[in-house]
Every structure is written in structure tokens, then in C-alpha cells.
């Protein structure tokens, strides 16, 4: 028996693969300071767990296809409030962002086909993408530039005629980068002339700091064949579990084309559909005091990486990542050594090594992803370790 060439080319994740070294460190009673991953301890709006205990039915039933209408009318509600006229047929409640970049590529991707993504990027892109028949063409940043991409002069040269789509994530995962609305017109531009999809990945839009401008591409309304926006509640309402996400686009053949999966997959859950309705309805200052609260770990991790002798890094902007290049040869042997050899009066810190996050062969093999999602204290252990841990590795 055979697997499918399609699967061979993807990778496991590198931000959970270490899942069984992390168990066995925890068996060996060590406590992990886990930044590896995306998964935040800010508290989940309450109605969330409100809207879930005031379901009263007898049967728990299927869900429609394109997801409930409360869900949708929400979701409606949420744009409006950002001054993006959505209709409903616009919108598709899907199991996560995941499944709406999945269904995406399903849907727009032919064997060979090329997708331009900026690198380092979401890891997981690469799955979607080469599960869907075709590859990434990276437009390579780096951190002296503030991992900056978005000119005619590094990314129209990556177009030819296997080019489907640009796909962004703004802000962005891994580095924090934020587009400029200039910058993001420009993509959408360069999208329009050369008839391709701009997939707009926006799940951490809410998450802008130093008073930076929230901007989303769905204002642009000259691009309604192009855009897909990708959205989730996973990280904006800190609802990861709830496996919430939409796909949506004004392309009405795109989404007929994603309803076909939908309509194979049945549906999404129905309780938390009915919890993500009541989400997307909380109060903007929800929004405010999360931002400022990942400001403030932003601010921490960033001071304390500076502290670190051989690190390079640049603030992150966005969303509640950073990408940091070591002082060691190899982050993925280091990853290792953290779980597996080191440790400080019984603690021990995990990141994502970095160059899962590159498509580009050999590149960030000495750097890691942090996700800041734990509070001020311990980041500020966690990165007390990675600094101890960087000597300790280096002395060996
Ligand atoms: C950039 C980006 N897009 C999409 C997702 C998918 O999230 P979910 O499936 O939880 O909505 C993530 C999760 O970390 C992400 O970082």
C-alpha cells in the first residue's frame, strides 16, 4: 500500500511535534514554560459559556451546511462594525481558519499550482497548500527589513502562469508584522492585474499595537472576485477549543465551489456555533483591554530578548508572535536539549524551531518562533530559561 505523494510532501508541524518529548519532560516532573504554541491563558468571554448552558433542546441536530444564522448574522454584525458591508451568502462558518485555508486551496489549487506566501509563514499553510496538489513560492524577508514584502519589485517577479493566489496573514504569524493600508492596497493591486485570488488571513486583526491602525482587505470593494478572508474565533476571543472559524468571499462561484466540501463535510458543530454567535457580539472594549494586555507581554518579550547576548530580533507589531534568531547552530537540536537534558530548579521552556516556518531549503535553522501568550510573570521566567539554556547549550 501507498501513501499519497501529496502527503509525503508535507511536513509534521513544527509546533507540535515535540508533543511527546514535552509528556515524557512532565512525566520526569519538570514544568514547561510552553510558548511553542498559539494557545493564550486569557480568560473566554463569559457568554460564550452562557449561550452554551442555555441550550435547551432535545436533540442535538445536524447544523446547516454554510453554518446557523445566528452565527452569520454575527459574523454580519462584527464587519458592519468594522465598515464591511457583508450578505450573508458571503459567509461560510467552517471548523476553524484551518478548514477555511483548507477548503480554499481545495477549491482554487490544481496539481502544480503556486500559491506566493511571504517566509517565515504560518507552518501550516504548507500542509493545506501541498494537500491541496500544489506548492509555496516564498517571497523571502528578513529581520533587518522588519520581515517587510509587500513591493512590486518582490513580488511580481514570483508570478507566472502556475500562480493562483497571494496569500497574507495580516497581522502576521510568525513575526508580528503589520501591514501598512498602503502596502495592502498595493497587494490587493497586484492581485487585480494578474487575475489571482488574495487570500487575506486576518484571525489576529484585533491585535495591533503602539496605535497602529486595525485594516482589514475586505474594505476594498473594487476586489470582489479576488478576496478570500480567512477568519476565526480562536485567537480574537481566545476560544481556540471552540473550533470556530469563516470563509468568506464575494466571488459567489468561489463559494459555491467551497460550499461542495461544505456540504460533504455535513456541518459544523452546533454548540459552538451557538457560542461563537454570542463572541462576535461582545463589547469593542473586549478588544481593547486584550490588546493591551498583549502589548504588555509584546513589551516584555521583547525586552528580555534584547537581554540575551547573540539574539536577533525586531518588535513585533501584530498578533502575539516574534521570531528570534539564536546564537546555536541548530534551534530544532536545541528544542531538543531543552526538553530532553535541560533544566533549572525543575523547569524547562518550549518554542517552535524555526525553519518549519521557511520554504526556502536551510533557512531559520537558528532561529525560533515565541508565542507570548502566557502572562507578564512568567514570560519573564520562560525567557530567564532560554537565556540560561543558550549558555548552557553553548558550553557543552
Ligand atoms: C495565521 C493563522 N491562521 C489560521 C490559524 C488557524 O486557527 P484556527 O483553526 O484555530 O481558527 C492559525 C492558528 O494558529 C493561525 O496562526
Same mark, same amino acid.
Given at each position: 500500500?501507498?501513501?499519497?505523494?501529496?502527503?509525503?510532501?508535507?511536513?509534521?508541524?513544527?509546533?507540535?511535534?515535540?508533543?511527546? @518529548?514535552?509528556?515524557?519532560?512532565?512525566?520526569?516532573?519538570?514544568?514547561?514554560?510552553?510558548?511553542?504554541?498559539?494557545?493564550?491563558?486569557?480568560?473566554?468571554?463569559?457568554?460564550?459559556?452562557?449561550?452554551?448552558?442555555?441550550?435547551?433542546?432535545?436533540?442535538?441536530?445536524? *447544523?446547516?451546511? /454554510?453554518?446557523?444564522?445566528? !452565527?452569520?448574522? *454575527?459574523?454580519? %454584525?462584527?464587519?458592519?462594525?468594522?465598515?464591511?458591508?457583508?450578505?450573508?451568502?458571503?459567509?461560510?462558518?467552517?471548523?476553524?481558519?484551518?478548514?477555511?485555508?483548507?477548503?480554499?486551496?481545495?477549491?482554487?489549487?490544481?496539481? %502544480?499550482?503556486?500559491?506566493?506566501? /511571504?517566509?517565515?509563514?504560518? /507552518?501550516?499553510?504548507?500542509?493545506?497548500?501541498?494537500? *491541496?496538489?500544489?506548492?509555496?513560492?516564498?517571497?523571502?524577508?528578513? /529581520?533587518?527589513? =522588519?520581515? $517587510? @514584502?509587500?513591493?512590486?519589485?518582490?513580488?511580481?517577479?514570483?508570478?507566472?502562469?502556475?500562480?493562483?493566489?497571494?496569500?497574507?496573514?495580516?497581522?502576521?504569524?510568525?513575526?508580528?508584522?503589520?501591514?501598512?493600508?498602503?502596502?495592502?492596497?498595493?497587494?490587493?493591486?497586484?492581485?487585480?492585474?494578474?487575475? !489571482?485570488?488574495?487570500?487575506?488571513?486576518?484571525?489576529?486583526?484585533?491585535?495591533? @499595537?503602539?496605535? =497602529?491602525?486595525?485594516?482589514?482587505?475586505?474594505?476594498?470593494?473594487?476586489?470582489?472576485?479576488?478576496?478570500? !478572508?480567512?477568519? #476565526?474565533?480562536?485567537?480574537?476571543?481566545?476560544?481556540?477549543?471552540?473550533?470556530? =472559524? *469563516?470563509?468568506?468571499? $464575494?466571488?459567489?462561484?468561489?463559494?459555491?465551489?467551497?460550499?461542495?466540501?461544505?456540504?460533504?463535510?455535513? #456541518?459544523?458543530?452546533?454548540?459552538?456555533?451557538?457560542?461563537?454567535?454570542?463572541? @462576535?457580539?461582545?463589547?469593542?472594549?473586549?478588544?481593547?483591554?486584550?490588546?493591551?494586555?498583549?502589548?504588555? $507581554?509584546?513589551?516584555?518579550?521583547?525586552?528580555?530578548?534584547?537581554?540575551?547576548?547573540?539574539?536577533?530580533?525586531?518588535?513585533?507589531?501584530?498578533?502575539?508572535?516574534?521570531?528570534?534568531?539564536?546564537?546555536?547552530?541548530?534551534?530544532?537540536?536545541?528544542?531538543?536539549?531543552? !526538553?530532553?537534558?535541560?533544566?533549572?530548579?525543575?523547569?524547562?521552556?518550549?518554542?517552535?524551531?524555526?525553519?518549519?516556518?521557511?520554504?526556502?531549503? =536551510?533557512?531559520?535553522?537558528?532561529?525560533?518562533?515565541?508565542?507570548?501568550?502566557?502572562?507578564?510573570?512568567?514570560?519573564?521566567?520562560?525567557?530567564?530559561?532560554?537565556?540560561?539554556?543558550?549558555?548552557?547549550?553553548?558550553?557543552?
Amino acid at each position: 500500500m501507498k501513501l499519497s505523494k501529496k502527503i509525503d510532501l508535507c511536513e509534521l508541524s513544527p509546533i507540535r511535534k515535540f508533543y511527546p @518529548y514535552v509528556v515524557a519532560a512532565e512525566r520526569r516532573g519538570v514544568k514547561i514554560h510552553a510558548l511553542n504554541i498559539g494557545q493564550p491563558d486569557v480568560q473566554t468571554p463569559s457568554v460564550y459559556f452562557d449561550a452554551l448552558a442555555a441550550f435547551r433542546q432535545n436533540v442535538l441536530e445536524y *447544523a446547516p451546511s /454554510p453554518g446557523i444564522p445566528e !452565527l452569520i448574522e *454575527a459574523i454580519r %454584525g462584527y464587519y458592519l462594525r468594522l465598515n464591511v458591508a457583508l450578505d450573508p451568502a458571503d459567509i461560510l462558518v467552517t471548523t476553524g481558519g484551518s478548514e477555511a485555508l483548507l477548503m480554499t486551496m481545495l477549491c482554487i489549487l490544481d496539481e %502544480g499550482s503556486e500559491v506566493i506566501v /511571504p517566509e517565515p509563514f504560518y /507552518p501550516n499553510y504548507n500542509t493545506f497548500i501541498r494537500a *491541496a496538489g500544489g506548492a509555496i513560492c516564498p517571497v523571502h524577508t528578513k /529581520p533587518e527589513d =522588519g520581515y $517587510r @514584502y509587500a513591493t512590486r519589485e518582490q513580488i511580481e517577479p514570483l508570478i507566472n502562469e502556475k500562480t493562483r493566489a497571494i496569500l497574507v496573514t495580516n497581522p502576521g504569524n510568525p513575526t508580528g508584522t503589520v501591514l501598512t493600508a498602503q502596502e495592502l492596497r498595493l497587494l490587493a493591486d497586484i492581485a487585480k492585474e494578474h487575475d !489571482l485570488y488574495f487570500i487575506c488571513d486576518e484571525v489576529y486583526r484585533e491585535f495591533i @499595537y503602539d496605535g =497602529g491602525e486595525k485594516n482589514t482587505a475586505g474594505c476594498f470593494d473594487d476586489l470582489k472576485e479576488q478576496l478570500i !478572508l480567512i477568519d #476565526s474565533v480562536s485567537k480574537r476571543f481566545s476560544a481556540c477549543g471552540a473550533r470556530i =472559524g *469563516a470563509l468568506i468571499s $464575494r466571488n459567489r462561484a468561489f463559494l459555491e465551489a467551497a460550499t461542495k466540501i461544505a456540504q460533504a463535510r455535513l #456541518s459544523v458543530a452546533t454548540l459552538d456555533q451557538i457560542g461563537a454567535a454570542a463572541l @462576535y457580539g461582545v463589547e469593542p472594549t473586549y478588544f481593547e483591554a486584550t490588546r493591551q494586555e498583549y502589548q504588555h $507581554r509584546r513589551d516584555v518579550c521583547y525586552r528580555k530578548l534584547k537581554e540575551i547576548p547573540g539574539v536577533v530580533t525586531t518588535e513585533p507589531k501584530g498578533a502575539f508572535y516574534t521570531m528570534a534568531k539564536l546564537p546555536v547552530d541548530s534551534a530544532e537540536d536545541f528544542q531538543m536539549f531543552l !526538553l530532553n537534558e535541560f533544566e533549572d530548579n525543575g523547569e524547562t521552556v518550549t518554542f517552535a524551531p524555526g525553519s518549519g516556518f521557511y520554504a526556502t531549503p =536551510g533557512a531559520g535553522k537558528s532561529e525560533i518562533r515565541i508565542a507570548y501568550v502566557r502572562c507578564a510573570e512568567e514570560l519573564e521566567r520562560a525567557l530567564d530559561l532560554l537565556k540560561l539554556a543558550i549558555e548552557k547549550y553553548n558550553n557543552r
